[in-house]
């Protein structure tokens, strides 16, 4: 490593909406649905130079013990058309969205990001997750619920045919000849046909391809399953591993399943969400780090938190006091919908829990501070620089996802002085090296998988008149 030439830092932002990190309540907090929020992080990013902006998406909203759960999601406005509308007001700056391969069609997803990816002159990302309960997807029109290894086998299908529509196209299709009437090359234009056991597609598609060829394709999974996918078909990896160990232990492992793949080294970028408390001391920002625990985990929350575990009512306990007493129900259905967090057989859950807080003294509240805090980098401006700057250096991570805790402004600080610091050192851009978000990404364009057609009954179906 001593010998590498440095690497360059990649950082995205998150616009997570209302849920266990941002704090709502705080008088600080702005809207999660008015336009303006959106602009604002987004605006601010660009400016900074950053890669992209990232949009979460809930399909609906959770409910607990049979209520709304309002301190958590709550609402959002649809990724795509929010996406498109930032589109209008950033030029350069990547716009990723998360949509379900579970609930979601090939033919409609591949026209709606490369509409995406056209409007906005290259900038498009697709986040694909898969959605793991009936209850979420009851109000799609396939439903219902998928074992755990189809939702992958879907997901891997849906995008072989989205990328079969992208490139369909060639890239000078559209020749738009006024004298000679022809509006299409001929040939250029493919039909696709697909049958397989999730999907059956045929014809012509409707979009050009776009300025990236495909768009930006990003995944969260971690499981086995979800890293060979990842390492077969993703650009980025949207990763859980933030501590420095851990980032390096998951950054070999997917270097193996990517050369495994095929796949060049580089060609997958790993970028773990983080948040960043800053303070003019150390000391001071993590007594602020502390208070913003504080208030993402109320005492309702930590108690919410702790019954979808033991799935029981335990409004009883004291969030300010010792776990609860009594056994998880291992029968239960779950208090939760929408949002599953623990699948697995909640007693040794408990026991580890428990034993946790017995060797630390914690309460309910702080257990539950404890164990959903993510990745965080706490200290002053320089300090967190020379450590998002080892993370990236160290193969620990290729760059970080930056999530607030406030929304729109929760990074405005980070953005002003941590940013200035790497781009001192050499580490990040202070000037975008071109317009497409696979330029900020260092990602080749992918050249189309078909050869050109030449078929004169192709060709004459192309042309327009």
Request: glycine fraction near 8%; charge should be negative.
């Amino acid at each position: 490593m001593t010998n590498r030439p440095r690497k360059q830092i990649h950082l995205g932002v998150h616009f997570p909406g209302v849920n266990s990190t941002t704090v709502w309540t705080d008088p600080r907090s702005g809207s999660q649905i008015d336009f303006a929020s959106f602009e604002h992080l987004a605006r601010r990013a660009e400016a900074a130079k950053l890669d992209f902006f990232f949009l979460a998406e809930g399909l609906r909203l959770r409910e607990h013990k049979g209520l709304i759960h309002d301190l958590d999601v709550v609402g959002r406005p649809d990724t795509l058309p929010v996406l498109a509308a930032l589109a209008a007001v950033t030029e350069r700056l990547g716009l990723a969205g998360t949509i379900s391969t579970t609930f979601n069609e090939p033919w409609e997803l591949a026209r709606q990001f490369a509409t995406l990816d056209i409007l906005s002159g290259g900038r498009a990302a697709w986040n694909l997750v898969t959605s793991p309960d009936a209850f979420t997807g009851a109000n799609f029109r396939r439903g219902g619920f998928l074992p755990y290894a189809e939702r992958y086998e879907r997901a891997a299908e849906l995008v072989e045919v989205a990328r079969a529509l992208w490139d369909s196209w060639d890239d000078d299709a559209v020749v738009a000849d006024t004298e000679a009437g022809v509006f299409l090359r001929p040939g250029a234009v493919r039909p696709v046909e697909h049958h397989g056991r999730h999907f059956d597609v045929r014809g012509e598609f409707t979009t050009p391809r776009g300025p990236q060829g495909h768009p930006v394709l990003f995944q969260a999974g971690d499981s086995p399953e979800g890293r060979d996918f990842a390492a077969r078909t993703a650009d980025v990896i949207f990763s859980m591993h933030s501590t420095f160990e851990a980032g390096q232990a998951f950054y070999r492992d997917v270097a193996t399943r990517l050369e495994a793949a095929g796949r060049p080294a580089g060609s997958l970028k790993i970028l773990p969400a983080t948040t960043v408390v800053l303070g003019d001391t150390d000391a001071e920002a993590h007594e602020r780090a502390r208070q913003i625990r504080l208030q993402q985990v109320p005492g309702p929350t930590a108690i919410a938190f702790l019954e979808q575990v033991w799935g029981t009512d335990l409004t009883a306990y004291d969030p300010e006091g010792p776990l609860p007493d009594v056994e998880p129900d291992v029968q239960a259905d779950g208090l939760t919908r929408g949002r599953v967090r623990h699948v697995k057989d909640p007693r040794p859950v408990v026991a580890e829990w428990r034993a946790r807080a017995a060797a630390n003294g914690w309460s309910i509240r702080e257990l539950v501070i404890e164990v959903t805090s993510r990745g965080s980098f706490v200290g002053t401006a320089q300090h967190v620089a020379d450590e998002l700057d080892r993370f990236v250096q160290a193969d620990a991570s290729d760059g970080f996802i930056l999530v607030p805790h406030l929304t729109p402004g929760g990074l405005d600080d980070v953005l002003d002085q941590v940013v200035p610091l790497l781009q001192e050192r050499g580490s990040f851009r202070t000037e975008y090296a071109g317009p497409t978000l696979r330029d900020h990404l260092g990602l080749a364009r992918p050249a189309t998988t078909r050869p050109r057609a030449t078929d004169p009954e192709r060709a004459a179906a192309a042309l327009v008149g």
